[in-house]
């Protein structure tokens, strides 16, 4: 990404301790924060943050950045931004491409190098197609502000072309949206589209109806938001069912290509595919030359360390980490939150010589997931509800956590704006148009 | 854009006639509202609007996109949204490739075409590089949402690039922005990098002081603004040499790559150069087959119709139209809009039986450009001034002038904050990062 002449040695200043976080997702950039001059004692360290983007992105939103509700802006902040008051810490824009554990040295595309003392590996997952990658080109998934402009691209082109077309098959196939995967981005997304169609664009067409939309979303388990308690499940498949979505539950995807896509044996044709089925963790298990779970995740013990790597951490979704209850703690943002927060504070205490904190144990606060306006479900464990002030409490959450003063009002201005009038703001095809009609 | 199994002619429903207007810039879509039932005393009419974008773009604002102030849907709204309520008008999103007069029919790029009883067409300006098509690779122009989005990544880009390169004479290269044409909105642009540099960023690097960066203004001519008085050249002049950027009139630039540009002989490494010198009119007179001006515009009489040819309109900044005083109507936003609903208004006299109205009569209002922060030029005529209150009334005028309430508020939201806090709400390098390193 950033073209030198030579490569060169970025490591830190003379003497100085270094720790180079990889990723500023929930996980570095928590981590980042806890490693700030006031935690740190007087005691002198060097911290540097790569990222492949310059901005912290706020995956949770980004379905709606989708749909064209919200703009990128909205939720993303630049990460040197975030970190600008924090002397001890600089950001590189630049991407991992290896971890040379001997020379304690980490590999950047650009031909520079960053020798460590620890390593903090924050670099989350993209989505996977188990074993389908020619599936990747039809079915989108959302992880990036570049996937979520062309997802729009793609949702808002639909209806424009089945607006000029009259074969009614096609037509329909143009209305026809499929979402792979009942996890919450699914339902969020499902949810989204649904509103999109029978609400924001409503009136503005003169041929076709956006409201007779098709929206699918498909579910190989059996049932949606299988990491919630049943009841909301339930509640949650009762809210898809009154926007209009229609849930498919045991839906086996075995085929998918510009046209259709093949679901337990039928063809359903359909222009339209979203992937929100399945992520694969980065490349982190390879750099390390460790053996990674099944979905990519590279195993930890309760120090973040990958047995017998006590230099390196691996935190957030690119962690396998088991909770107390023997399950897996899940990949969402307070998890990687926690993770990066209890990093800061081993390392604060190796490079203070302090007592090292307890060893990690991940604290589950809750679930929620929304499913269009005016609904979501949460469930914090003894205390579990639906409908609109679970959805009220969905959206105070979620602006609350909001990076940026700015960011806060701008999302709560056009929620707020949504919730009175229908309309959308971020209604536009941008990027190379032809590429995806 | 829109592919079709066969082309399709989507003339009008059998006996109605049928306006078909090109472009829903200012002076197309003015055109599509005048054009309203409640204006046509129950004439019966169609109207189709061809935009090979779903949006308007409201372009005065677009360098504050360039410059990460503002997020593109701030500054856009979908056509569909602004005449859903009109019912006598449709959207197309397609791209206009050629008029058969002769046959009154428009050929999309998709196949289909289009038959017309009254044609208009407002196709609007690109950028021209004076016989240099080789520069638009280096020094882009800023017409389209994507070219801001392009430019906001270069420029982004280079400080980030800046700050890992230890070259010194590379570095100054990749901190030194070159602005060619210092009309509006090369005055814009130059004052909103300089912004950039010295406020909004100027604590967020490590290794470099962005606010050390050179930002040059180049004009072939011998005054800033030279569509302004004399009085307020000199007082934009005073302004931007306050933002530290460096005016050079009399400036030829002879030579643009990636890695430097060339005026009046010298060679000066600059790594970002921006494009606002000139425009060409869209290929309107060559669909038509008549002669174009010099910047390839269409002359048309004052009907704003070519000589002979009174089914066809061409307004805005495509048209060459004489004011009363001899001189051009400038290709600004409000001599579109006039355009756009005296075109309106004689259709409507046509579609009636009514009264044609007096021939077009371009009403100059003023001109106004901002400077950076807290400062602009106004030239109303008699009444002309500078300064914040002329600052305060630019900003007014262009929230004012948005379409769309939402927009209005994001946006008055936006600069407020910024004002503020000195802050960017947009810094975000987005689309192929590498493309442009």
């Known amino acids: 990404m950033v073209h030198m002449e030579a490569s060169s040695n970025l490591g830190s200043s003379a003497g100085r301790k270094h720790v180079v976080i990889v990723g500023a997702g929930f996980g570095g950039l928590w981590c980042a924060q806890g490693l700030r001059p006031s935690k740190l004692k007087g005691a002198d ?18 379905y709606q950045v989708a749909t064209a509700a919200l703009s990128p802006a909205d939720i993303a902040a630049p990460i040197r931004n975030i970190v600008r008051g924090q002397q001890n810490a600089r950001v590189l824009l630049d991407e991992v491409i290896g971890v040379d554990r ?10 520079d190098t ?16 188990f074993g389908h990658d020619e599936w990747a080109e039809f079915a989108p998934g959302l992880k990036t502000i570049d996937d979520a402009t062309r997802i729009r691209r793609h949702v808002l082109l639909a209806f424009e072309q089945a607006e000029v077309e009259r074969d009614p098959a096609r037509r329909a196939a143009l209305l ?11 339902v969020e997304m499902a949810g989204a589209i649904a509103e999109l169609a029978r609400h924001a664009i409503v009136g503005d067409f003169r041929t076709i109806q956006p409201s007779s939309a098709r929206i699918m979303l498909l579910e190989a388990g059996p049932r949606a938001l299988p990491a919630f308690r049943d009841s909301l499940s339930q509640e949650a498949a009762r809210s898809l069912a009154t926007l209009g979505v229609e849930l498919r539950t045991g839906a086996k995807v075995e085929a998918i290509d510009a046209e259709s896509l093949t679901i337990n044996g ?19 298990a390879s750099w390390l030359g460790v053996a990674g779970d099944r979905n990519g995740r590279v195993p930890v013990n309760d120090h973040l360390h990958p047995d017998g790597i006590d230099d390196v951490y691996v935190i957030g979704d ?12 899940p990949g969402i943002a307070p998890a990687a939150k ?16 302090g007592p090292a904190p307890w060893p990690f144990h991940y604290k589950h606060q809750g679930s929620l997931a929304t499913i269009g306006r005016k609904s979501a479900v949460v469930d914090f464990g003894r205390m579990h509800f639906s409908g609109f002030i679970a959805w009220v409490l969905w959206c105070v959450v979620h602006v609350f956590f909001l990076i940026g003063f700015r960011n806060r009002l701008v999302v709560a201005w056009n929620w707020l704006w949504q919730y009175l009038t229908f309309q959308r703001g971020a209604r536009l095809i941008t990027g190379n148009d032809r590429q995806d009609s």
């Not at 001997?102 to 031909?111: D, H, Y």
């Not at 960053?114 to 197609?129: C, E, F, N």
């Open 338 to 353: 926690q993770m990066g927060s209890w990093v800061a504070r081993e390392i604060a205490a190796w490079a203070t010589g």
């Open 102 to 111: 001997r020379a304690k040295r980490v590999q950047l595309a650009s031909g």
């Open 114 to 129: 960053l020798d460590y003392d620890r390593l903090v590996l924050a670099t989350g997952v993209r989505h996977a197609y």
């Open 318 to 329: 690119t962690a396998a980490v088991l909770a107390p209850d023997g399950s897996f703690v």
């Open 176 to 186: 026809t949206f499929a979402v792979v995967g009942a996890g919450p981005t699914g």
């Open 266 to 284: 039928e063809r359903v044709p359909c222009r339209t595919t979203i992937w929100a089925a399945g992520v694969r963790a980065s490349p982190a």
């Open 45 to 62: 360290l060097e911290i540097t943050i790569v990222d492949q983007h310059n901005y912290h992105l706020f995956q949770p939103l980004l």
